[in-house]
């Protein structure tokens, strides 16, 4: 018998646009290898312009979901992303600690692209005290690693995303990676910390448009490598190319965001067969 892929166990929210959400997650997740596992926590009302309605599912049903695939599967990672309530936030934490060898990776979705919110402060406040502690990786985009760590007296716009990343750590995950595509920025910088500072900072080339899904497709992208294998530092490095890569590819099908192509690799075997079958000269 072959041996089978990494599993890894996604939280998140439905996505009917398949462009974020657990769609993103999926197709991240089987496109590196691993093979999924879904538990939604919220259903959603959107499109690729933006999200009308969210609809929190009972924690409950989140905790069934979970429990049923974790007493028949082996688990390699946990991925959690959109949560949709405090008592989610509560019941994910609880299901989680119940496995502390299992890594985390925690995509903190606070909004989207448009700016339509996904959590109040209540729900932010969940997070850090219950999730963070257990989270392996966290990985927020600049916007959010402000947000995470504002207190009422500060102006965001004036903290230094340095500062976020060690106001993020103190909360007791291991690495944060902050993405810099919200920034004011000719380049795209990611930066990965540690305890100790600074692991790495990788920059990459700014693409044209707005992509929907762009960090869920991260956030899985480094569980899959972590599930593979990869020490955190290489796996961030290897999920931020492939991520690239899906934006660099991304297509428009609606009249919204673009949505990455998770699945670039076969589009470009395919159209590179092609090209090797027409360049064969025809034998006399």
């Not at 502390?100 to 700016?115: A, E, K, N, Q």
């Not at 969940?126 to 392996?136: D, N, V, Y």
């Not at 990965?192 to 992208?221: E, F, K, M, N, P």
Request: aromatic share 6%; net charge negative.
């Amino acid at each position: 018998m072959l041996q089978p892929p990494p599993i890894v166990l996604s939280f998140s929210a439905n996505d009917s646009s398949g462009g974020a959400g657990i769609q993103a997650d999926t197709l991240t997740l089987a496109s590196m290898g691993c093979h999924p596992l879904s538990v939604i926590t919220a259903i959603t009302v959107q499109d690729t312009v933006g999200v009308d309605d969210v609809m929190a599912l009972d924690p409950g049903w989140v905790a069934d979901q979970a429990r049923a695939v974790l007493e028949d599967m082996p688990v390699h990672v946990f991925k959690i992303g959109m949560l949709g309530s405090v008592e989610n936030i509560a019941t994910i934490a609880e299901i989680v600690s119940d496995y502390p060898d299992i890594p985390v990776v925690l995509d903190p979705i606070l909004s989207s692209g448009r700016g339509d919110e996904f959590a109040n402060e209540d729900m932010i406040l969940a997070m850090r005290e219950l999730l963070f502690p257990q989270t392996t990786i966290i990985t927020p985009n600049s916007i959010e690693a402000r947000r995470l760590v504002q207190d009422e007296m500060e102006d965001s716009d004036e903290l230094e995303l340095e500062q976020c990343g060690e106001r993020i750590l103190h909360m007791g995950c291991e690495y944060v990676l902050i993405t810099g595509a919200h920034e004011n920025t000719r380049q795209v910088t990611n930066t990965l910390y540690r305890g100790s500072g600074v692991v790495r900072s990788d920059v990459w080339q700014r693409l044209t448009g707005s992509y929907h899904g762009s960090g869920c497709t991260l956030a899985s992208a480094i569980a899959a490598t972590i599930a593979n294998g990869l020490p955190v530092s290489d796996g961030v490095y290897e999920a931020q190319e492939y991520t690239w890569q899906a934006l660099k590819s991304g297509f428009h099908p609606g009249m919204g965001q673009y949505l990455p192509d998770r699945l670039f690799w076969a589009r470009n075997e395919h159209d590179s067969k092609e090209e090797d079958e027409l360049d064969v000269e025809p034998k006399d």
